[in-house]
């Protein structure tokens, strides 16, 4: 029970740390990578860093806002579906409810998806276990829709809106046996890509389903449109991805530059202009 759980045992921060925007309490971003938690944190004012000996270093800090500072915070979840559930459980217990995952995809629109853009999730295909031992299979996982807006939003204004979509993505467990068709399987595999590229799911990664979990979690109190911004304890989750790479890894050094510093940009603006919309 988690009555017994009362600080995060997989990173350092405490109680307190999540706190600021006033109830909001701190926009966190969420990427996979160290190296893209730095990044993120290099566009921070009032850089805090709170080392972790697993390496889920969490980075404090504020980015300006349109009348005030707004108080931000970047930490890798490190890959995949079960790192997730725990990063972000634990960042909810010590008060975070803002979420935005910014990741890396593989693009399953190569024709019309290529390297180096970004996706907007709107919702997750449950190609994972964890978010099944929350929810059974038939529940949808969506992406917040307040981040979604805002998201888009910033990538117009950025004037990134020919390399930005927003659909489905495919969230899985393996990155080798489902998407790179490695072991016995692999026809089975294929095959299941295929028909998810038929149906229009944008690209695969690895995080969003898990993340959208917490949305039916956390929900708080159920409230019509009218009143929703006044509702400052529900969980908001939302994810961009960068497409930096074409089919299997065919990219380059600039490609997958251009693709990740363009989904921080996006980020950084959607959350800006999300938290406008809620103050």
Known sequence: MLESYTEPHHMSVRQGDMDGNGSIGRYVFL????????????????????????????????????????????????????????????????????FLRVGTAGSLQHGSIRAPSSVIATGAVRDESVSRHYAPVEVPMLSSPEMVTALEEAAVKLGYGDNVYTGLVHTKSTLFARELLQGPLHEEHEKYMALLSKLGV?????????????????????????????????????????????????????????????????????????????I
């Open 202 to 278: 944008l690209a695969s990664e690895m995080e969003a389903s898990t993340l959208f979990t917490f949305n039916l979690l956390n929900w708080g109190e159920i409230v019509p449109i009218s009143k929703r911004k006044s509702n400052k304890d529900r969980v908001l989750t939302g994810s961009i991805c960068a497409i930096p790479f074409n089919e299997f890894f065919i990219g380059n050094e600039e490609t997958l530059t251009r693709a990740i510093e363009q989904t921080i940009d996006i980020s950084i603006e959607g959350i800006r202009i999300l938290f406008s919309n809620e």
């Open 31 to 98: 990427p996979g990578s160290m190296k893209r938690a730095e990044n993120i944190a290099d566009r921070f004012n009032d850089l805090k860093v709170i080392e972790n000996e697993r390496g889920h270093h969490v980075y404090l800090g504020t980015i300006a806002g349109q009348t005030q500072p707004i108080d931000v915070a970047a930490v890798s979840t490190g890959m995949g579906p079960s790192s997730v559930d725990i990063i972000v459980s634990e960042l909810i217990l010590i008060g975070a409810k803002r």
